[in-house]
T-cell receptor, first 110, second 114 residues
Framework: AQSVSQHNHHVILSEAASLELGCNYSYGGTVNLFWYVQYPGQHLQLLLKYFSGDPLVKGIKGFEAEFIKSKFSFNLRKPSVQWSDTAEYFCAVIDYKLSFGAGTTVTVRA | KAGVTQTPRYLIKTRGQQVTLSCSPISGHRSVSWYQQTPGQGLQFLFEYFSETQRNKGNFPGRFSGRQFSNSRSEMNVSTLELGDSALYLC?????????????FGPGTRLTVL
C-alpha cells in the first residue's frame, strides 16, 4: 500500500519567513500526490496536486511543491508566510483512497 | 455550486449506542468516501461508495458500515459505540472513483462518545 510520511510535526514561524514542509512517499511507481490544508475550524481544502508533467506544481495562496522522483519527495514551499497560513498541512497519496501523512501544524506569529 | 454537506455537525452519544451520519456530495459527484480523523491516528480511510456499491473498505471493524443512495447521498453507521470512536468523521465526494479524481471534503461530523 502507498504511504507518505511528513518530517515535521509542528513548525513555528514569524510572518514573512519562508516555509518548507517535507513529505516522502513510499511507492516507486506512478504516484498522484496532494497537499491539503485544514485551517482552524474549517474543512480540508486542496492546496495543490501532482499527477504528471512539470515537477514544480503551483497551488493556491502562493504555495508550490516540487516532485523529486529520485528522492521520493514532494515538499511544500511558500516564500513568505502570513499569519493566515496558520493551519495544519497534510501530504497525501492516492491509489483507490487517499493515504495521508500525520500532518504538520504550522503556527505563524504576527 | 454547493459544497459537500454533512449532518449533523456535532453529536454526543454514550457507549453501546449506535449513530448514523449523513453526507450529501457536490451535485454531479457520484463517488463518496469516508474518513476518520483522530489526534492519535490521523486521517484514516473508512470506505468508498460509487453507484450505490461499496468499492473499497479500510481497516475498520464491522461495526462501521455505510451505504449510498441512488441520488449519491451517503450514510455511515457505527453500532455499539466505543469511547475510541470519538473522532471527526469526514466525507469526501468526487466525480467518480479512481486516482485522477480530486476529492472535495465536507466540514465533518464531530462525534463524542461518553
Amino acid at each position: 500500500a502507498q504511504s507518505v510520511s511528513q518530517h515535521n510535526h509542528h513548525v513555528i514561524l514569524s510572518e514573512a519567513a519562508s516555509l518548507e514542509l517535507g513529505c516522502n512517499y513510499s511507492y516507486g511507481g506512478t504516484v498522484n500526490l496532494f497537499w491539503y490544508v485544514q485551517y482552524p475550524g474549517q474543512h480540508l481544502q486542496l492546496l495543490l496536486k501532482y499527477f504528471s508533467g512539470d515537477p514544480l506544481v503551483k497551488g493556491i495562496k502562493g504555495f508550490e511543491a516540487e516532485f523529486i522522483k529520485s528522492k521520493f519527495s514532494f515538499n511544500l514551499r511558500k516564500p513568505s508566510v502570513q499569519w493566515s497560513d496558520t493551519a495544519e498541512y497534510f501530504c497525501a497519496v492516492i491509489d483507490y483512497k487517499l493515504s495521508f501523512g500525520a500532518g504538520t501544524t504550522v503556527t505563524v506569529r504576527a | 455550486k454547493a459544497g459537500v454537506t454533512q449532518t449533523p455537525r456535532y453529536l454526543i452519544k454514550t457507549r453501546g449506542q449506535q449513530v448514523t451520519l449523513s453526507c450529501s456530495p457536490i451535485s454531479g459527484h457520484r463517488s463518496v468516501s469516508w474518513y476518520q480523523q483522530t489526534p492519535g491516528q490521523g486521517l484514516q480511510f473508512l470506505f468508498e461508495y460509487f453507484s450505490e456499491t461499496q468499492r473499497n473498505k479500510g481497516n475498520f471493524p464491522g461495526r462501521f458500515s455505510g451505504r449510498q443512495f441512488s441520488n449519491s447521498r451517503s450514510e455511515m453507521n457505527v453500532s455499539t459505540l466505543e469511547l475510541g470512536d470519538s473522532a471527526l468523521y469526514l466525507c469526501a465526494s468526487s466525480l467518480g472513483p479512481g486516482n485522477g479524481n480530486e476529492q472535495f471534503f465536507g466540514p465533518g461530523t464531530r462525534l463524542t462518545v461518553l
